[in-house]
């Protein structure tokens, strides 16, 4: 752990300040000390006494005290991830935390938000501790437990959503197993509305989706696989929206994929609904396309849509409708995405492509940084109630360095996640983390 960093000429982008500015970052004891931007310099050479954040440098040496020279690139909060699966406890052999956070700090991600289905399910307070206590001991990020809506994900019975807050969950999902009982969906967002933390709903309602495997249209009728309609999707985020205005609970919509459900989550926004809701760079990056070679890689739930979606998506990013951009990180055995397209199991490896996708709503102009920015840090930090996102001094010290101009190549044999699976491969992109400080710890 270095004593004082200072990572010194970046450009500094922290929507949770409204800071978009050259700087210089000083980090003290793993807290940020203080940010000086080219204006407050300027101000102070013209006569003002504060001291000078360079000039108290001592020089580099060992794990001393560091200097880092950001020139050309852009300085932003550690990203947090609202929603990712690690697998741990119980499926070690897709991913683990350790790997997990390894690959989440290469993608500049510096929290991470870990979905409950794993073996057992994080339903209970003793699940919440150990991936707690194994992220202490082994994770290169933070970790923030989402706890189980019902026990064992069944849809049955409510689990002990008090116990698990009080053990650190910061919210509350069935992901990829919906909750199908509406009374049910309703008890829970008024439990947990007791304790102020958003329900977070996969909506997919079973009975449409009847075992397809992709996006239902002319590309499944094509391939002849079974289709999950957009309506799905859209009929869960109805009658959750719904439900979220009778209990006047908190409802966060995971993964929004379809152009339906922007639209029924702006209304609902328009009318004050305490709604809020993610996307993934998957469904602004690729359409249905991906999957006509069978590529098991673009298997995903809810499934890649059309051109109209992904535009639809975008348009939700740009006009607030979607508050954040999540990795839906969903690492799978090799093996397992050998299968048959039927067989597969549904998810992408995101966490190491997700900043770099997402620049790319830059580059289109769809977003300006600090906007992606925002939908990256500041946003999920806000929704969930993390103490996180932000370079505000005092704060820990998470940050990313990017070069949004860096081009490379995607290749997941290279991946730190043990997941490799991604429709991605071998795509070149622009822009990329090429250092993230967490915990500490300089890591490029
Ligand atoms: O593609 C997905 N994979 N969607 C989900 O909702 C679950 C996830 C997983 O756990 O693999």
């Not at 407050?40 to 050479?45: L, P, V």
């Not at 994080?122 to 809506?149: H, M, Q, S, W």
């Not at 079974?226 to 985020?237: F, L, N, S």
Request: charge should be negative.
């Amino acid at each position: 752990m270095h004593s004082r960093i200072l990572i010194q000429n970046g450009h500094i982008v922290d929507p949770s300040q409204g800071i978009d500015a050259a700087g210089d970052v000083l980090i003290e004891e793993g807290k940020i000390k203080e940010i000086r931007t080219e204006g407050q310099k300027s101000k102070r050479s013209k006569g003002q006494k504060t001291q000078d954040v360079a000039a108290a440098m001592p020089e580099r040496s060992g794990a001393g005290p560091c200097t880092i020279d950001a020139s050309g690139l852009y300085v932003l909060p550690g990203l947090v991830d609202m929603h990712t699966h690690l697998r741990e406890p119980g499926f070690e052999s897709k991913e683990t935390i350790r790997s997990g956070t390894q690959a989440a700090v290469r993608g500049g991600f510096t929290s991470v938000c870990c979905m409950p289905n794993t073996v057992p399910v994080n339903d209970n307070e003793t699940v919440t501790e150990f991936i707690l206590r194994k992220n202490y001991a082994e994770g290169a990020c933070y970790v923030f437990p989402i706890g189980a809506v019902t026990k064992g994900q069944r849809g049955e019975e409510l689990a002990e959503m008090g116990m698990m807050l009080a053990a650190g969950c910061v919210a509350f999902s069935d992901d990829g197993r919906p909750v199908m009982n509406s009374l049910l969906m309703r008890r829970a967002l008024e439990y947990a509305k007791v304790f102020n933390v958003p329900v977070i709903s996969h909506c997919e309602d079973l009975t449409l989706s009847d075992g397809g495997v992709m996006n239902e249209g002319a590309v499944s009728a094509l391939l002849g696989l079974g289709g999950i309609p957009a309506a799905a999707e859209e009929a869960m985020v109805a009658r959750d929206v719904i439900l979220a205005e009778l209990t006047r609970g908190r409802l966060h919509i995971a993964h929004v994929s379809t152009e339906g459900s922007v639209r029924l989550i702006r209304r609902a926004k328009e009318r004050g609904i305490a709604v809020t809701a993610e996307t993934c760079p998957h469904y602004f990056s690729v359409t249905e396309d991906a999957v006509r070679d069978y590529d098991t890689n673009a298997k995903v739930n809810p499934p890649l849509r059309t051109g109209k979606d992904v535009e639809a998506v975008k348009e939700g990013l740009r006009d607030g409708t979607i508050d954040a951009i999540a990795t839906d990180h969903a690492p799978h055995h090799k093996d397992e995405k050998l299968r048959e397209f039927d067989k597969a199991p549904f998810g992408i490896s995101g966490l190491e492509t997700a900043l770099s996708l997402s620049l790319g709503l830059v580059h289109d102009g769809v977003l300006t940084l600090s906007g992606l920015v925002e939908k990256m840090t500041v946003s999920p930090a806000r929704i969930f109630g993390l103490a996180k996102g932000t370079l505000k001094p005092g704060a820990e010290a998470d940050v990313t360095v990017v070069d949004a101009h860096r081009e490379f190549r995607v290749e997941p044999e290279k991946f730190l996640s043990q997941g490799k699976n991604t429709p991605f491969g071998g795509w070149v992109l622009k822009g990329m983390p090429v250092m993230t400080i967490c915990k500490g710890k300089v890591h490029e």
